[in-house]
């Protein structure tokens, strides 16, 4: 089964997150099919991407599997720089990029989410960046995406407190810009005649002028994020972390 689905309907293409049975976790399969998807999508003529994930979740984050896998540098390096690549492309895509989030977006998933230029929620989907449970620090540019929609010093807090909000929450924390009681992927799909009847060239060269004077930073970002990774992967609170999540225990972190 393809981990990523992707199909084209009427000058939208749809990115479709699919391992259901886990959330939607990314393991390394699935970031690969992920970035061969979001190269297909730079190189056709759609002026929108919606980007979802099946089942009951948009997506859980990393898969903890992959994280055991981390010790080894090459493997490491070809998760992180297909995670870097991935957040830079759709950050740098000439698109309208909206993502529809039902259920959970946690972690990976919530950078993943916030790629986009609007979110669209289920008024229960939980959204948090939760990698301080597994002793790690967010990936896939999470500080930066954070950053520019709450702030430096709130996104700080809300990494630190492994808080999920919903709702009315998330929008007020700046997380999700439209959040619906319904499915939201077909609200996603409400806005699309709305987008189609708008001057989308305009919408695009402001875009433009905003990314072009943050892309240096996104970077470092994704570069400082990366070297932490590593750091904090040798590190007793991340084999904690891991170990507790797969035996569903609480850890017990040392601060080492």
Known sequence: METVLYERKQGVSYIHLNRP???NALNSEMLHELLE?????????????????????????????????????????DVMDTIGEIAL??????????????????????SLALTADYVVA????????????????PDGGGHFWLEQRMGTHQAKQFIWSMKQVQGKEAKLFGLVDIFTDGDALDHAKSLLDKLFHSPIQSMLHTKKVYRSTKIKVLKEYLAQEKHAQWELGKTHDHQEGVSAFLEKRKPLFKGE
């Open 21 to 23: 049975d886990n959330f």
């Open 37 to 77: 998807v979001v190269k297909s999508i730079e190189e056709n003529e759609d002026k929108i991407v919606i980007l979802t994930g099946k089942g009951k979740a948009f997506c859980a984050g990393g898969d903890i599997n992959m994280m055991k896998d981390f010790r080894e540098k090459s493997f490491f390096d």
């Open 89 to 110: 492309r759709l950050y740098q895509m000439p698109k309208i990029i909206v993502s529809a989030v039902n259920g959970s977006a946690a972690g990976l998933g919530l």
């Open 122 to 137: 289920h008024q229960e989907a939980k959204l948090g960046m939760l990698f301080l449970g597994v002793g790690l620090v």
